[in-house]
T-cell receptor
Framework: NAGVTQTPKFRVLKTGQSMTLLCAQD?????MYWYRQDPGMGLRLIHY???????AKGEVPDGYNVSRLKKQNFLLGLESAAPSQTSVYFC???????????FGDGTRLSIL | AQKITQTQPGMFVQEKEAVTLDCTYD???????LFWYKQPSSGEMIFLIY??????QNATEGRYSLNFQKARKSANLVISASQLGDSAMYFC??????????????FGKGTKLTVNP
């Protein structure tokens, strides 16, 4: 009964370092999403995928890359972390576009 | 321009009373969907209720109901008989074009609800 699992849950990086956030879902969902949540800003879409092998840009894609090599996994990469990328990152998935999205528990990322 | 507006940064309600959280939206697409999510202090996002633009009746899910007024472009969440566990952030969100090619969900900035004993 895992649903959407995000790894890691917390991470501290130094400016310029790189890292990858992993999202895994076991519900056979087609659509997957990465959001960031900042205080007072709600959630903003970074990138999304409508199926294995596909990715697309969301509202705030700069500084991030994504890959979806397997249907159940959606990876978010930061090539050169910046303090402005300090945020809580959420992954979500859904069957189709008008279905409710199921969210992971979030990853709290701090860039020093 | 903001697509989803939640005008109440914070709301207070007494336990067992009903509360309405406001949400207005902006779209020219005749096909869209509106969602409400709850985010407790523990941080997870919990789906509460959904309303499609073509749905004839207001959506209800247990103690949650959606007061959908299409002409006013509002989709207010009503929580009946508030409980202490309802204290959380509540987010309204919209997806435009529910017939396909509508992958993006736009969130409002949220309303923090506090239920007092």
């Amino acid at each position: 009964n895992a649903g959407v699992t995000q790894t890691p849950k917390f991470r501290v990086l130094k400016t310029g370092q790189s890292m990858t956030l992993l999202c895994a879902q076991d519900m056979n969902h087609e659509y997957m999403y990465w959001y960031r949540q900042d205080p007072g800003m709600g959630l903003r879409l970074i990138h999304y995928s409508v199926g294995e092998g596909t990715t697309a840009k969301g509202e705030v894609p700069d500084g991030y890359n994504v890959s979806r090599l397997k249907k159940q996994n959606f990876l978010l990469g930061l090539e050169s972390a910046a303090p402005s990328q300090t945020s809580v990152y959420f992954c979500a998935s859904s069957y189709w576009g008008n279905q409710p999205q199921h969210f992971g528990d979030g990853t709290r990322l701090s860039i020093l | 321009a903001q697509k989803i507006t939640q005008t109440q940064p914070g709301m207070f309600v007494q336990e067992k009373e009903a509360v309405t959280l406001d949400c207005t939206y902006d779209t020219s697409d005749p096909s869209y969907g509106l969602f409400w999510y709850k985010q407790p202090s523990s941080g997870e996002m919990i789906f509460l209720i959904y309303q499609g633009s073509y749905d004839q009746q207001n959506a209800t899910e247990g103690r949650y109901s959606l007061n959908f007024q299409k002409a006013r472009k509002s989709a207010n969440l009503v929580i009946s008989a508030s409980q202490l566990g309802d204290s959380a952030m509540y987010f309204c969100a919209m997806r435009e074009g529910t017939q396909g090619g509508s992958e993006k969900l736009v969130f409002g900035k949220g309303t923090k609800l506090t239920v007092n004993p």
